[in-house]
C-alpha cells in the first residue's frame, strides 16, 4: 500500500521542479504586465504629477497634448528599450546560457527601476529625464527576459506538459496588469500630493525583480558537476553532455541512468546532431535563411504584429479613455489624468471607475489561468488561436456599431456623471468578452507557440526576433492608439475587428499544429 501511494505522489509531482523553475523565471514576466500597463493611466495621468513636472499649464489647467505625450513617452520608450534588450539577448544567451544571463537582466532591470523613484519636483525636466532614463533601463532589462523566460522554460519542460508550463507566462502577464490596477486604486485613494505618487508605483518594480533575482539562485541541483539548473538542452548543444544528463534527471525527478531519460536525452543528442551535420558553422545569414529557418523565423514575427494589431493592448493601455468614449464618462480630470486618479473626483467615482477597471483584470486573470491549466494542452494552439480572432473581430464589430448607432451623448466638462446607457453598458460588456476570447488564444498561444519551433540551435535567436517583434509593434500601437481614438472614433473599433477576422483568424488556419510534439519533432 505505501508504494502504491509513493508512486502516486511521484507521478503527481514529477514535474514540480519545472513548475518551480517556470515560476521563478516568469517572476520578470509579471514585471511584463505591471511596468507595461500599470503606469500609462495611473502614475503619469495624476494630477499631482502633471502639476509637479510642469504638465499643467500656468493658469492650472492640464494641457492635454503634453499630458498625452508624456504619457506615451513613459510607455514607449520603456518599448524601445526593450526592443534593443531582446536583440541583445540572443547571441547571449547562445554564449553564456539562460540562467546567468536572465540573473543579469534583472539586475539590470532593478538599476533603471531605482532611477524611476529619484526624480523630485525641484527640476521638472530633469525629474523627467530622469523617469525616461530608467524606463529606457528597465525596458533594456524586461525585453532581454521576456526573450530568454521562455527559451529557457520551453527548453526544460516535457512535451506532456509544456504547453501548460509556457503558458504560465500569460497568466503572469495578466496578474502583473491586475497588481497595477490595485497599486493604482491604493494609491488614488490615499495618496494625496506627495511623491509617493509615483515613487510607490515605480518601486514596487524592484518587489518582483527581488523575487525573481533570489529565485534564480534558489534553482540548483543536487549533482556533483553542477552548481545550478541550466537547460539541458542548451548543455547538451555545447557538448556538455554529462551535465545536461545530469540536469535532466534532476528536473524529471528520475534516476540518471533510467530509461525515460536516456530516451529524451537520446532525443536530444540525435537532434543537436543532425542540426550540426546540416549546419557546420551557424552565422546570421545561415540561422535566419538556413533550410526550414526563414518560415520559422516570418511565423515569430508575423505571430507577435497580428496579436499586438489584435486592439486588446489599445484597450488595455487606455482602458480609461476607451470606456469614457463608450459612456463611461465622469468630471474633467477623467479625461484628462487616464481616467482613475484625478484629485477632483468623488470618492464614490473614484471607485466606481476603478473597480470596472480592477474586476477586468480579475476577469482575465481567472480566465487565462483557467484556459492555461485545462484547454491548452488538450484542445492545441491552432483551435483556440481561430476561435479567440473570430470572437474577437465579432465583438468588436458590435462595438463599433453600437457606437455607431448609439453614440454616447456629449456632456461638458462640468457636469455631474451621469449613469451609462443601455448601450454603453452593453458596449462594456461586449469589451469583457473582448478581453476574455483574447486571453484563451492570443494572448498566451504566441509565446508557446513561438518556443516550439525552433531547433535548438536557433531557439536563441528566434526568440528574441519574436520578443522584438513583439516590442517593436507594442511600441506602435502605445504611440498610435490615442491619435487613432481621436481621428477613428468608432471606426477604430471596426478596424480592429476587420484585422481580427481578415488576418488574424487566416493566419491562425495557415500555420501548423505543434501540440503533444517534442522540440526535436517540429522539423519532422
Partial sequence: MGSVVRSERVGLFQNIRVYWLAFI???????????????????????????????????GTINTKKSDDVSSNVVSVLQAGAFFGALVSAPVSGTFGRKWPLFIYTLIFAIGAILTIVPSGSNPERGLGEIYAGRVISGFGIGAITAVSPAFVSECSPKEVRGRITGLFQVMVASGIMISYFINLGVGLHVKNNPKIWRIPFGLQLVPAGMMALGLLTIKADIPCSLSIESPRYLASIGRNEEAIDNLAYLRRSPADSESVALEMAEIQAAIQEERLARVSLGWREAFFGKGNAIRFLIAFMIFLLQQWSGQNSVTYYAPQIFASIGYTGTKNSLLASGILGAEFSSFRILDMLLTYLSLGVVK?????????FGVERFGRKRFLFISSMGMGILFFIIGALLKTHPPPAASANDAPSSPSRASQAMAAMLYLEGVCYVIGWGPLPWIYVSEIFPTRTRHYGLALASASQWLWNFVISKQTPIMKTELGYKLFLMFASVNIGALAVFSLLIPETKGKSLEEMDM
Wanted: cysteine-free; glycine content about 16%.
Fill in 25 to 59: 523565471a516568469y517572476w520578470g514576466i509579471l514585471l511584463f504586465g505591471y511596468d507595461t500597463w500599470g503606469f500609462s493611466g495611473g502614475v503619469v495621468g495624476n494630477l499631482y504629477f502633471e502639476e509637479t513636472f510642469g504638465i499643467a499649464n500656468s493658469t
Fill in 365 to 373: 486573470v481567472v480566465t487565462v489561468s483557467t484556459f492555461v491549466a
